[in-house]
């Protein structure tokens, strides 16, 4: 059955100290195994760890290894491995028999284990641990399908399924004899009927679809237009009913950035109408307008944090007041939390995602948005591909007539014999922030293309917002590129610090002029500080540039660069970094304090407290744009951030952005480095994309695609 070279629980070990395996997942497996009732039971006793690292590097024969507690801790250890990696199951189909602990991109010289069964093999075998249940079983694992789950998983994602089929089914009756729908509709999307689907609307089909369905799903990249879309669907709906709305995102940055597209999108809009032919229209949807809500939330503060309890206050049995949830950022929302979000719906609720599904997946076990929208995506379903893109809608002969009717838009050639939930669906594929031959949004293609030639030629196009630094050493032994990304840094860095700086000064001053008027009794001795700079502006300063680098250790890495740049702008004279909390130090939080109001991901910059001047604060700007300010020795755990990684920078954007890439990736390194990673770094830039790495690093990684194992996808679209 199993082939070893030495007992398993001394091959755990070993993995450990590889760190093919986490501690976690080798007491994970020896844990499972001891409530296991196997005639053969497994013993976690030290005497064998402790021999485990003698033998670590020694290659062993392999000899044969019949008892099914061995074979029981090997899967139990694979499906842990493959939930610290953010995977949802273990596809027992995906296991290399051959090396069951490596991947097969990652051959080790050693091979210390294999499995001598053919993967249906392995699955019976399987099923028959008492550990091991179906469906609806109360096991601690459940194999479904080939894949193996931990039972909790497995009941989020038979949930999310459920739930997302439930409301993807719920159509909304629209009585077009009596409704003004499809005149609106027309003056908020003034485009012309035409049969050539290269000049389909797709914002107006995109509104259609969340007009006639309970769920919508709009994906599309940046500056596709989901904002702007999502706030006249919104207008459409408040001309129609009274509809309780809330906006969220995944984190405060994400939220503060829904809010503030939101606001732009509603004045933008306010314009148009202003100009708008028909009066009666244009005065029912400028009223509609004002009931658009532009405050957006956190997910955690919509379903009610409660301390110390990973329960929150809305739940199935407590759900949200509302009649409209729209979710912005959905792509970084991660499986258990879509579940706990789909729980707390109310029954009548109506749901709006909304995302780009070719960025990273989230940080947690799960890629939910992508595996929504897979179904879209050519081959997936034995269709022919038709067109140039990889991606096709997939609606129901119903959806077609009725999009029909209210846009006046044809998209009968999109009708599919098995819609699934592509009714609910629409992808925005135009950018309208890059213009198409912008070095960014070309870039950002070619590399979500995977398209290595295309990624050589928007290079060497030279365009003026791309600019590359390559990992080179000169005669000193310093490397070039890095000299250079430092070099911009201090000038992109300088100009928030120069503020705060200015600000450092007036502070100085007005404590001077304190000082005089006290000995002179002077009538404006409680007069109040007037800064050059307010602390929002700073921050927003700030913001206008970041360094985002693809892994966190080493000298490329989040940690090392910091300390660079922290160097640099000390020699620059910019900060004076004496203490942990230094004026102007930026920090980025790391753990979610709710009494405070702060989560993982906030950033806030150390400056002055106007209020008390000798006293320095964290300053951080809330979703809602207040300034919230904590005392530095109050703060959760956190770390500078000059520099932060590429997913901690989802759901934000910055004029300008560089990416930093490792110059000797490690094996595990390799991993991290795919295409979506740096899909997310690049359309993180809105106006200037700096790149420090080496081409054929960057060329492999945009190769790469990641793949998360779950079995979503198979729920939603069989
Ligand atoms: N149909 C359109 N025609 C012209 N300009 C448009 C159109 N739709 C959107 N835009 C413009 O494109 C820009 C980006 O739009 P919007 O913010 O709605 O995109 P987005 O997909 O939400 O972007 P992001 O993902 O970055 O938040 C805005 O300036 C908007 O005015």
Same mark, same amino acid.
């Given at each position: 059955?199993?082939?070893?070279?030495q007992p398993?629980e001394l091959?755990?070990?070993?993995?450990?100290?590889q760190?093919?395996l986490?501690?976690?997942?080798?007491? !994970?497996?020896l844990?499972?195994a001891?409530?296991e009732?196997m005639?053969d039971?497994?013993?976690?006793?030290?005497s064998?760890e402790n021999?485990?690292a003698?033998?670590?590097?020694?290659?062993q024969?392999?000899?044969?290894?019949?008892?099914?507690?061995?074979?029981?801790?090997?899967?139990?250890a694979?499906?842990s491995?493959?939930?610290?990696?953010q995977?949802?199951?273990l596809v027992?189909e995906q296991?290399?028999?051959?090396?069951?602990?490596?991947? @097969?991109?990652?051959?080790y010289?050693?091979?210390?284990?294999?499995i001598?069964?053919?993967?249906?093999?392995?699955?019976?075998q399987?099923s028959?641990?008492?550990?091991?249940?179906?469906?609806?079983?109360n096991?601690?694992?459940?194999l479904?399908?080939?894949r193996?789950?931990?039972?909790?998983y497995h009941?989020?994602?038979?949930q999310?399924?459920?739930?997302?089929?439930q409301?993807?089914?719920?159509?909304?009756?629209i009585?077009?004899?009596?409704?003004q729908?499809?005149?609106?509709?027309?003056?908020?999307?003034?485009?012309?009927?035409?049969a050539?689907?290269?000049?389909?609307?797709?914002?107006?089909?995109?509104?259609?679809?969340?007009?006639i369905n309970?769920l919508?799903?709009?994906?599309?990249?940046?500056?596709t237009?989901?904002?702007t879309?999502?706030?006249?669907l919104?207008?459409l709906?408040l001309?129609?009913?009274n509809?309780?709305?809330?906006?969220v995102a995944?984190?405060?940055?994400?939220?503060?950035?829904?809010?503030e597209?939101?606001?732009a999108s509603?004045?933008?809009?306010?314009?148009?109408?202003t100009?708008?032919?028909?009066q009666?229209i244009?005065?029912?949807?400028?009223?509609?307008?004002t009931?658009i809500?532009?405050e957006?939330s956190?997910?955690?503060?919509?379903l009610?944090?409660?301390p110390?309890?990973h329960? !929150?206050r809305?739940?199935?049995?407590?759900?949200?007041?509302?009649?409209?949830?729209?979710?912005?950022?959905a792509?970084?929302?991660?499986l258990?939390?879509?579940?706990?979000?789909?729980s707390?719906?109310?029954?009548?609720?109506?749901?709006i995602?909304?995302?780009d599904?070719?960025?990273?997946a989230?940080?947690?076990?799960?890629?939910?948005?992508?595996d929504i929208?897979?179904?879209?995506?050519?081959?997936?379903d034995?269709?022919?591909?038709?067109?140039s893109s990889?991606?096709?809608?997939?609606?129901?002969?119903?959806?077609?007539?009725?999009?029909?009717?209210?846009?006046g838009? @044809?998209?009968?050639q999109?009708?599919?014999?098995q819609?699934?939930?592509?009714d609910?669906?629409?992808?925005?594929m135009?950018?309208?922030?890059?213009?198409?031959?912008?070095?960014?949004?070309?870039?950002a293609?070619?590399?979500n293309?995977a398209?290595?030639?295309a990624?050589r030629?928007?290079?060497?196009?030279?365009?003026?917002?791309?600019n590359?630094y390559?990992h080179?050493q000169?005669a000193?032994g310093?490397?070039?590129?890095?000299?250079?990304?430092l070099?911009?840094s201090?000038?992109a860095?300088g100009e928030?610090?120069?503020?705060?700086?200015?600000?450092?000064?007036?502070?100085?001053?007005?404590l001077?002029?304190?000082?005089?008027r006290?000995?002179?009794?002077?009538p404006e001795?409680?007069?109040?500080?007037?800064?050059p700079?307010?602390?929002?502006?700073?921050?927003d300063?700030?913001?206008q540039?970041?360094?985002?680098?693809?892994?966190?250790?080493?000298e490329f890495?989040?940690?090392?660069i910091?300390?660079?740049v922290?160097?640099?702008?000390k020699?620059?004279r910019?900060i004076?970094?004496q203490?942990e909390?230094?004026?102007?130090?930026?920090?980025?939080?790391?753990s979610n304090?709710?009494?405070?109001g702060l !989560?993982?991901g906030?950033?806030?910059?150390i400056?002055?407290?106007?209020?008390?001047?000798e006293?320095?604060m964290?300053?951080?700007?809330?979703?809602d744009?207040?300034?919230?300010?904590?005392?530095p020795a109050r703060?959760?755990?956190?770390e500078?951030?000059?520099?932060?990684?590429?997913?901690k920078?989802q759901?934000?954007?910055?004029?300008?952005v560089?990416?930093v890439?490792p110059?000797?990736?490690?094996i595990?390194?390799w991993?991290?480095l795919?295409k979506?990673?740096v899909?997310?770094?690049?359309?993180?830039?809105?106006n200037?994309?700096y790149c420090?790495?080496?081409a054929n690093i !960057?060329?492999?990684?945009?190769?790469?695609a990641t793949?998360?194992?779950?079995?979503?996808?198979?729920?939603?679209?069989?």
């Amino acid at each position: 059955m199993l082939m070893l070279s030495q007992p398993i629980e001394l091959l755990l070990k070993q993995w450990q100290q590889q760190r093919l395996l986490t501690p976690l997942d080798r007491h !994970f497996a020896l844990e499972l195994a001891s409530i296991e009732s196997m005639p053969d039971q497994v013993s976690a006793d030290t005497s064998v760890e402790n021999t485990a690292a003698n033998t670590e590097n020694v290659q062993q024969p392999l000899q044969p290894d019949n008892s099914a507690t061995s074979l029981f801790l090997l899967v139990c250890a694979l499906l842990s491995q493959q939930l610290s990696n953010q995977h949802s199951c273990l596809v027992i189909e995906q296991i290399n028999l051959a090396n069951p602990m490596t991947e @097969d991109s990652h051959k080790y010289a050693q091979i210390n284990c294999q499995i001598s069964l053919s993967h249906s093999q392995l699955i019976e075998q399987i099923s028959q641990f008492d550990a091991v249940g179906l469906p609806g079983d109360n096991k601690p694992l459940i194999l479904e399908h080939g894949r193996l789950y931990l039972n909790k998983y497995h009941f989020f994602e038979t949930q999310v399924a459920n739930k997302l089929t439930q409301l993807a089914s719920q159509k909304i009756r629209i009585d077009l004899s009596q409704s003004q729908l499809p005149q609106l509709i027309d003056s908020l999307f003034p485009t012309k009927q035409t049969a050539n689907s290269a000049t389909i609307d797709w914002q107006k089909i995109a509104t259609a679809t969340a007009l006639i369905n309970a769920l919508a799903v709009i994906t599309g990249g940046p500056g596709t237009g989901k904002t702007t879309t999502v706030t006249k669907l919104l207008l459409l709906l408040l001309t129609q009913s009274n509809l309780t709305i809330r906006l969220v995102a995944p984190t405060g940055k994400a939220a503060a950035r829904l809010s503030e597209s939101i606001k732009a999108s509603k004045q933008r809009l306010h314009k148009e109408l202003t100009q708008l032919a028909d009066q009666s229209i244009a005065n029912v949807l400028i009223e509609a307008l004002t009931n658009i809500p532009e405050e957006a939330s956190t997910l955690h503060r919509l379903l009610g944090v409660i301390p110390n309890s990973h329960q !929150f206050r809305h739940h199935q049995d407590n759900p949200l007041r509302l009649d409209l949830l729209v979710v912005d950022e959905a792509s970084m929302v991660d499986l258990p939390m879509m579940h706990k979000l789909l729980s707390a719906l109310p029954a009548h609720g109506r749901l709006i995602l909304l995302g780009d599904q070719d960025q990273l997946a989230s940080v947690e076990a799960g890629a939910v948005l992508a595996d929504i929208c897979i179904g879209l995506k050519h081959g997936q379903d034995n269709m022919p591909s038709p067109a140039s893109s990889p991606w096709s809608m997939r609606y129901s002969q119903a959806q077609a007539q009725q999009i029909g009717q209210l846009t006046g838009q @044809d998209v009968s050639q999109f009708i599919h014999p098995q819609p699934k939930i592509g009714d609910s669906l629409c992808m925005l594929m135009h950018s309208h922030r890059f213009k198409g031959d912008a070095g960014i949004g070309l870039l950002a293609n070619a590399v979500n293309q995977a398209n290595v030639a295309a990624i050589r030629q928007v290079w060497r196009q030279q365009h003026a917002e791309l600019n590359w630094y390559e990992h080179q050493q000169n005669a000193q032994g310093d490397n070039t590129g890095k000299q250079q990304l430092l070099a911009l840094s201090v000038q992109a860095y300088g100009e928030y610090l120069q503020q705060v700086n200015a600000n450092q000064q007036a502070i100085l001053s007005y404590l001077q002029r304190q000082t005089d008027r006290e000995q002179h009794t002077d009538p404006e001795q409680n007069a109040p500080i007037v800064l050059p700079h307010s602390e929002q502006a700073i921050i927003d300063s700030f913001n206008q540039y970041r360094i985002l680098c693809a892994m966190r250790a080493g000298e490329f890495g989040v940690e090392g660069i910091n300390i660079a740049v922290t160097e640099s702008l000390k020699q620059a004279r910019l900060i004076h970094a004496q203490g942990e909390f230094y004026l102007g130090r930026p920090i980025i939080i790391q753990s979610n304090d709710y009494n405070l109001g702060l !989560f993982n991901g906030d950033i806030g910059l150390i400056l002055q407290d106007r209020n008390k001047p000798e006293r320095l604060m964290a300053h951080f700007v809330m979703a809602d744009g207040s300034l919230l300010k904590v005392l530095p020795a109050r703060l959760p755990s956190h770390e500078t951030c000059f520099a932060m990684t590429v997913h901690k920078s989802q759901g934000s954007e910055f004029d300008k952005v560089s990416f930093v890439l490792p110059i000797r990736p490690s094996i595990a390194q390799w991993q991290l480095l795919t295409k979506e990673l740096v899909y997310t770094a690049i359309t993180r830039a809105k106006n200037h994309f700096y790149c420090l790495g080496s081409a054929n690093i !960057f060329e492999k990684a945009s190769q790469q695609a990641t793949s998360r194992a779950s079995g979503l996808a198979w729920r939603l679209w069989g």
